[in-house]
């Protein structure tokens, strides 16, 4: 039978009498319907037209709204359509609406937030510390039925301030989104001058020690094969990206072998270079010979092949 038909059947054997919704109300879920708000027993029929017509939605635990009386009247004509007018009902004024509050949201947040992080760089760090920033989340989460997903990077830059947005679902629904900011410090080897090192130094084990630096403040350097010092370094200094370059292979005024090459035929002659080079990079070259000057490419210590 169709809601209509329902209501007329009961109506008919049923006295109407003058029904009263409260003034306050507190709520478990995450609605509210008429229903819920009238005094005394409700008729099965008109509870069930009632509660297919919420009056508000999205809930959170703790929350309070308030509906006004027009709000209200207009929900009870909208549920019971025609029959509304054969059943009296007293509105207040306003209807105050309260969620069962449940625990706060913001520690719940940061653990798990902290397990996902740390999760993540497990990998990166020999030592890693995380602080949770302070937050002004206010939220509270239901007691029961819910689930926490957070969310990261696929490939998290590596920072001092990182931040891991949590999702909370009640059920199937979205209850609230929220960032947890920490601040991070992740040890890892790195390199510093065992002592001073001059601009243009290869770097080897015989200036250069490991010890453990915060990646999270620059980026060290990881690897001394085949680096130089960019620039004048004290001894003690944690060498990072930035005071190193790729070590000259060819340096300026040496002699280099230089290698020609032309379908099957190759010639190595003798020649100078005119600057300094790391491999890769190109350089100019002067012939023994006649004084000629040639681009070269550098590919090993002291032997470039010519363009």
């Known amino acids: 039978m169709k809601r209509a038909a329902l209501l007329a059947v009961w109506a008919a054997s049923i006295p109407a009498q003058p029904l009263t919704a409260r003034s306050a109300l507190e709520v478990e879920g995450r609605s509210v319907n008429l229903a819920q708000a009238l005094e005394g027993e409700v008729p099965a029929a008109l509870r069930r037209a009632l509660e297919?017509?919420?009056?508000?939605?999205?809930?959170?635990?703790?929350?309070?709204?308030?509906?006004?009386?027009?709000?209200?009247l207009s929900a009870w004509r909208m549920a019971l359509g025609v029959e509304a007018e054969r059943w009296p009902v007293r509105l207040p004024e306003r209807l105050t609406v309260?969620?069962?509050?449940?625990?706060?949201?913001?520690?719940?947040?940061?653990?798990?937030?902290?397990?996902?992080?740390?999760?993540?760089?497990?990998?990166?760090?020999?030592?890693?510390?995380?602080?949770?920033?302070?937050?002004?989340?206010?939220?509270?989460?239901?007691?029961?039925?819910?689930?926490?997903?957070?969310?990261?990077?696929?490939?998290?830059?590596?920072?001092?301030?990182?931040?891991?947005?949590?999702?909370?679902?009640?059920?199937p629904e979205l209850y609230g989104s929220w960032p947890i900011w920490f601040q991070v410090s992740c040890l890892r080897p790195v390199y510093r001058a065992s002592r001073a090192v001059a601009k243009g130094e290869a770097l080897s084990a015989a200036n250069a020690e490991q010890t453990l630096a915060d990646w999270t403040e620059a980026r060290p350097l990881s690897s001394l094969e085949g680096m130089a010092a960019a620039r004048d370094l004290a001894a003690g200094t944690v060498l990072r990206l930035a005071d190193a370059r790729p070590a000259a292979r060819v340096r300026k005024g040496e002699?280099?072998?230089?290698?020609?090459?032309?379908?099957?035929?190759r010639l190595e002659v003798g020649a100078e270079a005119l600057g300094d080079g790391a491999i890769g990079q190109l350089v100019y070259v002067r012939r023994e010979r006649d004084q000629s000057v040639f681009k070269a490419i550098v590919v090993a210590d002291g032997v470039v092949d010519v363009l």
């Open 255 to 265: 002699r280099v072998l230089a290698r020609l090459s032309s379908g099957a035929i």
């Open 52 to 72: 297919a017509r919420p009056l508000a939605t999205g809930l959170k635990a703790g929350e309070t709204r308030t509906l006004g009386r027009a709000q209200l």
């Open 98 to 171: 309260t969620r069962a509050g449940g625990e706060p949201a913001a520690p719940t947040l940061a653990k798990e937030a902290e397990l996902a992080l740390r999760a993540e760089l497990a990998g990166e760090c020999e030592r890693l510390a995380l602080q949770p920033e302070r937050n002004e989340i206010k939220a509270q989460l239901p007691p029961q039925g819910v689930r926490l997903a957070a969310r990261l990077p696929a490939a998290p830059a590596l920072a001092r301030r990182m931040a891991v947005w949590l999702d909370v679902f009640e059920g």
